[in-house]
């Protein structure tokens, strides 16, 4: 019994330490890299590799997000467009 715990158990254990950070995000997970300006920090929103949204927190002043615009640029907006699910489906 005991020779064949030892491999099962060390066979696991190199499975365990295969899984990496990469390996544990979901698919379509939304993305966030964060910048340090000179100014301000951004935070870049992406969704499946598309850029959704840039957060602005400037050193002085409110923050604020830059959305993309189809081709047109970028609008201001005060509140976060980007909806991530926060369902809670056990609580005691």
Known sequence: MRILLLPTIISFSLFVSSVTAEDAVPVGAPEIRIEQGEDATYYEHRVNGVLKEIKVV???????????VDGEGWIREERSTVLVPKWVLFEW
């Open 58 to 68: 400037p050193d002085i002043g409110p923050e604020y997000y830059l959305v993309p």
